[in-house]
């Protein structure tokens, strides 16, 4: 053998070794690794002034959560929908959700992506795996297919809700109503993130982790975000510490139904009717950075 080929053969043997040794030493994980940090909120809920006055005053909390005990659930941030509209939203809202979770996970923020109905577009990836390995654990209360409008709990919407599509804004309603269900691909899912749609996975998993805290973004208001298996009202009902990202939201409704008033505005009375029966929201500003000095490392001892 020319003695050229015995060198790279050598060589090629020597690169192998120290690449499984330096395997061996570097740490891994199946799971994202348990950091310190708290995340300082401003909690805004409505109080009611007196028992069935229907009259209510904004009230503002300070509270911090652990993040290794907080988890962003974004929901149905599709990269299509039926109503043009609403897909315009979700296409100007979805780089500024991207820039405020990739946030959030560099503190150690859990991040699960929840386009419901586009699971098989992510079923070979290790996000959608490494929430399916979770294993199962019995939950406190029923995990609903859908959670409705619960009138012992909350009075009506104040914008419609509707089975029919009187709720968009659009000119000229699209005829196409089968749009993908993959995620806004501005919206990246990367490292240790996982993507589902079920609820049992998502309460598996995040019992996994130990998340306490549940922020949930995403579209629309008084329909997915409340409603779908791992929305508000299940979340809260399984008691967790729940919050409405006010400013990544967007209700699905149109000015030319009841009460008549902008979209904006039409969007604000959902984020309200969140706030006075539900749960607090936050600003996406509170997810940006964690409180100074928090984030102190956690001392291991190394183990072999």
Known sequence: MPPIRILILVLSATAAIA????????????????????????????????????????????????????????????????????????????????????????????????????????????????IKAAPAVKPPVPLEKWCYLDPAHEADYPIPYTKGREDCDDPVLSLDTNTSKRQHPAIKIVGFDVVSDQGDEIFNFIEQLGIRNVIIMGVHVQYCVLGRPFGIRQMVRLGKNVALCRDLTDALYNPLTPPFVSHDRGTELAIEHVEKYWCPSIASADLLHVVPGSATPITRTATR
């Open 19 to 130: 690449c499984a040794n330096a395997a061996e030493e570097v740490p891994f994980s199946p799971i994202r690794v348990s950091v310190a940090g708290r995340l300082r909120l401003q909690l805004r809920d409505q109080k009611e002034v007196a028992p069935k006055s229907g009259q209510f005053e904004t009230r503002v909390r300070t509270a911090e959560w652990n993040v290794a005990e907080t988890a962003i659930i974004v929901c149905d941030m599709w990269e299509d929908h039926p109503c043009k509209m609403a897909a315009h939203r979700v296409d100007v809202m979805a780089p500024e959700m991207n820039r405020v979770i990739s946030a959030a996970r560099s503190l150690g923020v859990q991040i699960i992506h929840a386009p419901s109905g586009g699971m098989p577009h992510y079923d070979a990836t290790p996000q959608r795996q490494r």
